[in-house]
């Protein structure tokens, strides 16, 4: 099956490339999926101003609503796993989130590190990862811009950025309704969505949607356990995991006074909870083929193994409610975006202020046994921002696009930690408790930003632009309380303070050229920016250097991309190649360092470069028929990494050499220099096709189908060959069944069909592996963030 599949996935890309849009507009008339008219045009806004997207020199991926409705693409992870060249993996603490495009991303284990792939909702920068915590449902499209981006998505989007635009209200009265249920996770959902006119000049647009989920994707299979050194039992957690519950909503005004004036208000708010927050954590390799903790079979499976914290210890344990795992999360966002069309001239303000505050009790060593690690965790994070542009678009060969952002934020960090296997104390406000960590980071950021358009040839294109870009951050630091067992390591009471400013310019250039109308040639030159910042999550030890281990630098990028945009065969068919180089400085790795019981956020050099090819095909001679697929090979190694650190249990001969520490007993570091990055696969590809016809007297029925084709790669990001996770193939497919004018629908959705686990990111397992540095060194038992199983759901929608 999977050398079939591969050969397919081989064979469409031999065809050629496209754009991956799936050929639909974002909100498609009644029967434009049936009309014989070859390919819709594709339209995207990664300039910030609506265009073509064979007409920008960027490389897009743009998924329309029909697509996202069709698969069912309600969250950032599900817009990943349809999208080749983008991974996330969702982890339990830190940023919560890990994710890479064409082999470059951030580590997860660090809150204070923002997503070098950014994510922006309706024009607003949300840089981190927990933002992977949020529903998405009721959207006019989503784009994926590959490479860096720093001219028009905020800041700090050096690999690329996920661009998530929700809809707006409609002119005319329209309420829809969906209910659905997904066999597996025995999870029900029910949304409501009302759009039209209040008045000539304003609309409303409603959406409302909430999930239940009685079972769950992975299966905990753990059992009792006495604790070491408490006299507490722990008992497994929810045997179905995650079983989640969420209610999300917004609401839009759109007032339009005049035809020069738009004013556009959404306001929006998430609350979701998991009866687990690390369910997804799957000892996917131990060297003896069983837990090094507990002795439970390792592998690529849909298993899972934790343990509730003991009712008694939970009773006075900050956040730890009943002692039962769980993650809370809760948010709300209010954006304002303004157009005044003046002729030549449009300006646009966007003000967005967004809060978010995630809460859970994680069974942290994630292997559940009589040395269990909880912890719980409170953090908030708030940001207001303020962009205003201008942009010219005069009857001449010169035309203008500037503006400036401005925002602040902040964010409040508070954890609390227990080691079972310690000498915990028994008494006092702190019982149970290992150690505390409270931090801080406030920020500010003033950016300001241009660029030049000069079509100074017919079909040539000179564009010229720079991002500057001032920021600061104020952070604290401190173990309020640190238990006996560790107070020879950590610093109780010490207050560590960071002061940084960062001042950056990013230019951006590029060139088109339009032999034909429905070719274009482009060849860019871009630069990207992240600022340094603070480890909030971190640990302060006194066998490293605080000042030095809680602060890291910038990360910066620049190279070329270039390719073919083409649309032939009468607009029956695009073909697009593109072909890409960047190299990263300071690229910023996050590191657990166990010789001195510190984390750490490393700096390394890498580069990426790689080609990628994509088609789509609607032939006018089978009305409704769509078949799209792409290619893409990627390259990316560390070009200067000469200290990494090594892995847990690696020895002297598989090259942990290179600074010998007495306090940790051997070598403590390794040379990957020339090294692939992890979550870096060389090749990824999809091919895929819809079909809607009519079938009956105001009927019509529809099927997709998508196969999405990975190569293998390593998990980890420091040379772990053991954290190879194979190559793979999932196939999506659903087919419909409903009213030729949209009024019902019935439809049977399948994900990941052929049940594939792949990992999405990873770590060493807490609390396992040994020697390293040395001659005879034990490998650590590896943790991956799995993805989810198969999954079928039965949906209805209505039209009122």
């Known amino acids: 099956m999977k050398g079939a599949l591969k050969g397919l996935l081989l064979a469409s890309c031999m065809l050629g490339g496209g754009h991956v849009s799936f050929a639909q507009e974002a909100q498609p008339q009644a029967t434009a999926e049936t009309e014989n008219t070859g390919l819709t045009e594709i339209t995207v806004t990664a300039r910030k101003r609506v265009e073509s997207a064979q007409s920008v020199p960027v490389a897009v991926t743009a998924i329309s609503a029909k697509t996202i409705e069709q698969r069912d693409m309600t969250s950032i992870e599900k817009i990943a796993a349809a999208t080749p060249s983008l991974t996330v993996g969702h982890a339990s603490n830190g940023s919560s989130a890990q994710v ?33 915590e949020e529903g998405f449902f009721d959207l006019a499209g ?121 004013d556009t208000l959404k306001a929006s708010f998430d609350y979701n909870k998991a009866n687990n927050s690390s369910y997804n954590y799957v000892n996917y390799f131990c060297p003896t083929g069983k837990t090094s903790l507990a002795g439970y079979e390792c592998g690529f499976n849909f298993v899972t193994h934790q343990n509730n914290m003991p009712a008694e210890e939970a009773k006075n344990f900050p956040y730890a409610q009943d002692g039962k795992l769980y993650n809370r999360y809760k948010s709300a966002a209010v954006t304002n975006t303004f157009n005044y069309d003046m002729g030549d001239v449009t300006l646009t303000n966007v003000t967005n202020f967004n809060w978010n505050n995630n809460q859970w009790l994680c069974a942290c060593e994630f292997g559940s046994s009589p040395n269990s690690v909880w912890a719980t965790e409170n953090s908030s994070w708030k940001a207001f921002s303020n962009e205003v542009r201008a942009l010219t678009h005069y009857d001449s060969p010169v035309n203008l696009m500037v503006g400036v952002l401005y925002q602040k934020t902040r964010r409040d960090f508070a954890q609390y930690v227990s080691y079972s296997a310690s000498n915990v104390p028994s008494a006092g406000p702190n019982q149970y408790q290992d150690g505390t960590k409270t931090s801080f980071t406030k920020g500010e950021t003033i950016s300001a930003f241009g660029q030049v358009t000069w079509k100074f040839l017919p079909g040539l294109e000179f564009d010229a632009g720079v991002r500057y870009t001032h920021e600061k951050k104020d952070s604290e630091f401190t173990q309020p309380y640190v238990s006996a067992a560790f107070a020879g390591v950590w610093p109780q009471g010490v207050v560590y303070s960071a002061h940084q400013r960062f001042d950056n310019w990013s230019p951006d ?84 360092d166990s010789s001195r019981i510190a984390f750490q956020t490393l700096t390394a050099d890498a580069r990426t470069k790689g080609v990628e090819a994509e088609f789509e095909f609607a032939p006018r001679a089978v009305a409704g028929l769509n078949v ?32 010998f520490s007495a306090i940790a007993g051997g070598f403590t570091r390794q040379n990957l220099n020339g090294a692939t990055l992890g979550m870096a696969p060389h090749w990824t590809g999809a091919f895929g096709l819809t079909y809607d016809t009519p079938v009956a007297s105001g009927l019509k029925a529809g099927i997709s189908a998508d196969v999405r084709y990975s190569s293998s790669y390593l998990v980890s990001g420091f040379g772990e060959s053991f954290s190879r996770n194979p190559s793979y193939a999932v196939l999506d497919a659903g087919v419909r069944l409903g009213a030729e004018d949209d009024n019902w629908q019935v439809a049977l959705v399948g994900k990941n069909l052929t049940n594939k686990q792949y990992i999405n990111g990873g770590v060493d397992g807490p609390l396992t592996g040994g020697g390293t540095g040395t001659a005879s060194g034990t490998h650590a038992d590896l943790l991956g963030f799995g993805t989810q199983p198969r999954t079928v759901q039965f949906q209805v929608s209505k039209r009122f």
């Open 100 to 132: 890479t495009l064409r082999g470059i991303g951030s580590s997860s284990t660090s809150i204070g590190i923002e997503q070098s792939v950014a994510t922006v909702v309706d024009g607003v920068y949300y840089g981190q990862g927990r933002v992977l």
């Open 142 to 262: 989503v784009e994926v811009l590959k490479g860096p981006q720093v001219l028009f998505f905020g800041k700090n989007a050096t690999a690329g950025v996920i661009s998530i635009k929700t809809a707006d209200p409609t002119a005319d009265w329209e309420f829809r309704t969906k209910a659905s249920y997904e066999f597996k996770g025995q999870q029900a959902q029910v949304e409501g969505i009302a759009s039209g006119p209040l008045s000539p000049t304003l609309g409303v647009r409603v959406a409302l949607r909430g999930t239940k989920a009685w079972g769950g994707y992975y299966d905990n299979v753990s059992r009792d356990y006495q604790l070491a050194n408490l006299p507490f039992v722990s008992h497994p957690t929810t045997s179905d995991q995650p079983g989640n519950r969420e209610f999300l909503g917004r609401v839009t005004l759109k007032w339009e006074p005049t035809s020069q004036i738009t």
């Open 509 to 592: 250039f590029s060139l088109t050229y339009k032999p034909m109308r429905d070719v274009m040639f482009y060849a860019s030159y871009k630069t990207g920016y992240k600022s340094g910042g603070f480890s909030n999550g971190g640990i302060a030890s006194v066998l490293g250097d605080p000042s030095k281990d809680l602060v890291f630098n910038p990360e910066t990028t620049a190279g070329w991309e270039g390719g073919v945009k083409s649309t032939l065969l009468d607009n029956q068919l695009r073909l697009n190649l593109g072909l890409y180089s960047y190299k990263y400085k300071d690229l910023q790795i996050d590191f657990f």
């Open 628 to 659: 799209h697929g792409n290619v893409n090979y990627n390259k990316a190694v560390y070009t200067n990494f000469p200290l990494a650190p090594c892995y847990a249990g690696q020895t002297i001969a598989e090259g942990c050499n290179t600074q």
